[in-house]
Structure formats: structure tokens, C-alpha cells
């Protein structure tokens, strides 16, 4: 449920970063590979609703735990118009990366994921979903080696902040 509230969250910053790549990219690439990340939105929503109901998991009446109420405050922050292009998809590719390598540990041989959470860990650690990551990275690299040390320096503290939300977003996963 907590899923479900940070990814319907996730599309308004997803859809203010094709705007952001539609006007400031140097590469008209981008906002195709973005646009890839948009069209699977849906899907993952739709699967998210299934998950619920196989769950018995009402995802109108769960309650946003204050760990993801900070995470989506934070993603909105990344949708104002101030915000550029090269802090949104170094974000972007962060969030994503960091969903896909660990869902991508959980498929390791020696892994001790549980059988009826392995279809999970496939939706996100797959190859496909890797090599869309390394193309956000990409487009992540390429905008920061032109980018100025203020950019450079706000890039680094918006990734330590996503890596922090993380940490407390799996936490909240497993009560700690």
C-alpha cells in the first residue's frame, strides 16, 4: 500500500521531468527514453492494484506512513519549474537505479527470497528494467559533465537525500 502512494506520487515528478527534458535536453533521445518510463507507470500501477486485492490489501484506505509522506514531499519538490533539468534526471535515475539493484540482489543465486516474493523481485530486477536504468544514468552522466559545481554540488545533496529516503522507505517496509 505504501508502494501504491509513492508511485501514484511518482507520476506528476515523472510527467515535470519530460516537460523539463522536452525544453532543456540536448539530446531529443531523452524524452523517449523517459516517455518509456511514463507508459510503464500504468502498468505498474494496474499491477499494484492486483497485488492489493491478492493481498487483501484495501489501497483506498491505507494511510500514508510519515516516511512516505517526507519521500513524496521531496519528489513534488523536484517538480517546480526552478528546478533543473540535470537535478531532475540525476534524481530520477537514482530512484530507479536503487529500486532495480535491489530487487536485482533479491534474484542472486543464494538469495533467500521467498517463493511467493520472486515475481515481485523479476517486475523490478530485471535485465530490461537494468539497461532502462543505465539509460537514465546516461542521460545523468551526460548532463552533469556539463554541468556547473553549484548544479554538481545540489546533484550530490539531492542523491544523498534519496538515498536517505530509501534507507527510511525499505525501514518502514519491515517496521524498523
Partial sequence: GQDYIFVRAFVPFIASLLLKAWKES????????????????????????????????ALNSVVPQ???????RFLESLT??????????????????????????????????????????????NDGFGQYCCALQNIANRRLEKASDDVLAK????????????VEFWNMSHGV
Fill in 66 to 72: 510519515q516516511t512516505n509522506l517526507d519521500y513524496c
Fill in 80 to 125: 517546480s519549474p526552478d528546478v533543473d533539468y540535470t537535478l531532475a534526471i540525476t534524481a530520477f535515475w537514482a530512484i530507479e537505479a536503487v529500486y532495480q539493484e535491489s530487487f536485482a540482489h533479491c534474484l542472486e543465486e543464494g538469495s533467500k527470497t521467498p517463493e511467493e516474493l520472486k515475481e515481485t523481485c523479476q517486475r523490478w530486477g
Fill in 26 to 57: 540536448d539530446d531529443n533521445s531523452d524524452v523517449d527514453i523517459i516517455l518509456g518510463g511514463v507508459a510503464a507507470l500504468n502498468d505498474e500501477i494496474a499491477w499494484f492494484k492486483k497485488e492489493a486485492s491478492k493481498w487483501s490489501v
Fill in 155 to 166: 546533484a550530490e545533496v539531492n542523491l544523498l537525500r534519496i538515498l536517505e529516503h530509501e
